[in-house]
């Protein structure tokens, strides 16, 4: 059974940095894209980053420039490493595996 669990939420001042990490256990982990996606209450949860096994990396535009998605293969985990944080970065963030496979989400709040 796949289980992704996501860490490093939390709250941080406008400007700010935080660094989520997403392990994964029962499942190959190395040739399948990950992915971080956020949501905030009342709208579609969005992509926010990707990783496909190859390490090619795709950004969705408002984070492009202060969000970094990474992997660690040997970890079965993936990162993402989030800089200059804006209040409109708040949402619960969402790792996911393959398109398929969700974890449970991590609160980020954006304080002013």
């Known amino acids: 059974q796949v289980q992704l669990v996501e860490s490093g939420g939390g709250l941080v001042q406008a400007g700010g940095s935080l660094r989520l990490a997403c392990a994964a256990s029962?499942?190959?982990?190395?040739?399948?894209?990950m992915a971080w996606y956020r949501q905030v209450p009342g709208k579609q949860r969005e992509l926010v980053a990707a990783?496909?096994?190859?390490?090619?990396?795709n950004y969705a535009d408002s984070v492009k420039g202060r969000f970094t998605i990474s992997r660690d293969n040997t970890k079965k985990t993936v990162y993402l490493e989030m800089n200059s944080l804006k209040l409109e970065d708040t949402a619960v963030y969402y790792c996911?595996?393959?398109?398929?496979?969700w974890g449970q989400g991590t609160q980020v709040t954006v304080s002013s």
């Open positions: 029962g499942t190959i982990f190395s040739i399948y894209t």
């Open positions: 996911n595996l393959a398109s398929r496979s």
């Open positions: 990783i496909t096994s190859g390490g090619i990396t």
